[in-house]
């Protein structure tokens, strides 16, 4: 098994809107402002989405024994904000998990 970390910073727009958070098409948590959760999961590439008005996903590959990162970003959309998850390297990801609450 691998595990996948996924996290976002509170910003001053959009932390009203805290979507599901999909692996593979299956409901794994919320993207919550300020939060974090993980999840561990079986080694090969899986896909991780968010919907709010529009659909985003990205692929991310889980490796044994091996912590993968998906940081949630806040974009402007036509209606409201949408949440992005985009891979983040462990170098990146370890430093923005501090100050962070677990939320699920």
Not at 9 to 18: E, K, P
Not at 21 to 27: Q, W
Not at 39 to 47: D, L, N, S, Y
Not at 72 to 93: D, K, M, S
Request: hydrophobic letters at 40%.
């Amino acid at each position: 098994m691998g595990r996948i970390w996924f996290f976002r910073h509170s910003v001053l727009f959009g932390d009203a809107i805290d979507p599901a958070v999909k692996l593979d098409g299956t409901k794994i948590g919320n993207s919550i402002p300020g939060g974090f959760f993980q999840v561990q999961t079986t080694p090969g590439a899986h896909e991780v989405s968010t919907t709010t008005e529009a659909t985003y996903a990205t692929t991310v590959t889980v490796s044994t024994n091996v912590d993968s990162y998906i940081k949630f970003h806040i974009v402007p959309g036509a209606l409201t904000y949408r949440v992005v998850p985009a891979v983040v390297n462990e170098t990146n990801a370890i430093p923005e998990l501090q100050g962070l609450h677990y939320a699920r």
